[in-house]
């Protein structure tokens, strides 16, 4: 399980500045790796609902596809809040634009966000 690809969703102007230093630095929307101390990722089966509950009010993200043997940051799988038993990857550290296998623009749909098949 720790070996499959992770997901974080980005917003398209925030993935272009990762290009400018080779590290990606957001934690999760608006706020940066400094100020939450890690970065918010998902797996497949959760990344919908992610994007649902946060960036509903958007119209296009970026769907990063990363591989976690590529990240040289501790990669922890932990409750979102307290008191939830759901567990998701947290990257501790800046996520190299290396380690991303696929970056693909996404659009909201009239049901909302879908994954593509």
């Given amino acids: 399980m720790h070996d ?12 272009a500045g ?17 100020e939450v101390g890690f970065i918010h990722c998902s797996t497949r089966a959760q990344v919908e609902a992610t994007a649902n509950a946060f960036y509903a009010d958007v119209d296009e993200l970026v769907l990063l596809t990363i591989d976690p043997l590529l990240v ?4 922890r799988w932990e409750p979102p809040v307290p008191d939830v038993d759901v567990l998701f990857p947290h990257v501790y ?4 634009v290396a380690a991303v296998n696929t ?6 749909g009239a049901a909302g966000w879908v994954l593509p098949g």
Avoid: N, Q, V
Wanted: proline content about 12%; aromatic content about 14%.
């Fill in 93 to 96: 550290g800046p996520l190299p």
């Fill in 18 to 34: 990762a290009f400018e230093s080779g590290e990606y630095r957001m934690s999760t929307r608006g706020m940066t790796l400094d």
């Fill in 103 to 108: 970056a693909k623009f996404w659009t909201r």
């Fill in 4 to 15: 499959d690809p992770i997901f974080h969703l980005a917003l398209p102007e925030d993935w």
């Fill in 72 to 75: 040289p940051s501790e990669i």
